[in-house]
């Protein structure tokens, strides 16, 4: 079966444009997090969506980071003005339920 | 602050011999952890994981072991082989949240 796909792969952004990046979870997989991950760093928290309700976005660094997941399945991580500091790998993950998470190849987000 | 540590950045074996990789954690509350094994340019795989009720995980040359009173969990891997070369993250979890804490990660390299 297909796993977690994300889109697009790469992404090359000048300083202060808009990015959005996509996330399909595997299919019937109610819980579906975004985590960040800087060079040599392990992935780090941004958010948590369960079907369609956005329950935790403490990770989130700033109000330029706005995701959605509005029918339950895609999920769509919004960065708004981008900034140099943004660069990173952007992981998607969905599980159905506490035990793994399968995550997506992620998405290498360059902000010149 | 980082609630989980890999304090090794890497680490080197020769094929054959075991690989003991670990990891260390601050939150009593965790009572879930999980080791992920991940390749250059894809997201992370799930390998193995254990639960707070146990002390010992085992699945084929894989085998996490859990201190829970000193905080730390070590993976071993036994025997060794050249596939096996990738960064290994560690991540926990709390029954009370939702999110995954990712150590910085090992690389590991097996030398034919």
């Known amino acids: 079966g297909a796993g977690v796909s994300q889109s697009p792969r790469y992404k090359v952004a000048k300083r202060g444009q808009d990015v959005a990046l996509r996330c399909d979870p595997i299919s019937g997989h109610v819980s579906l997090f975004w985590y960040q991950q800087a060079l040599g760093q392990g992935p780090e928290f941004l958010t948590y969506f369960q079907n369609e309700a956005q329950l935790d976005k403490s990770g989130l660094p700033s109000d330029r980071f706005f995701a959605e997941r509005p029918e339950g399945s895609v999920s769509t991580l919004k960065i708004q003005r981008t900034q140099q500091e943004d660069s990173a790998v952007y992981l998607c993950a969905s599980n159905r339920d506490r035990n793994t998470q399968y995550f997506g190849p992620g998405t290498r987000l360059t902000v010149l | 602050d980082q609630q989980v540590k890999q304090n090794s950045p890497s680490l080197s074996v020769q094929e054959g011999r075991i690989s003991i990789l670990n990891c260390d954690y601050t939150?009593?509350?965790?009572?879930?952890f999980l080791w992920y094994k991940k390749y250059p340019a894809e997201g992370p795989t799930f390998l193995i994981s254990?639960?707070?009720?146990?002390d010992k995980n085992e699945d084929g040359r894989f085998t996490v072991f859990l201190n829970k009173s000193a905080k730390h969990l070590s993976l071993h891997i036994v025997p060794s082989q050249p596939g096996d070369s990738a960064v290994y993250f560690c991540?926990?979890?709390?029954?009370?949240?939702?999110?995954?804490?990712f150590g910085t990660g090992t690389s590991l390299t097996v030398i034919p």
């Open positions: 254990i639960s707070s009720i146990k």
């Open positions: 991540a926990a979890s709390a029954q009370t949240g939702n999110q995954f804490y």
């Open positions: 939150n009593s509350m965790f009572d879930y």
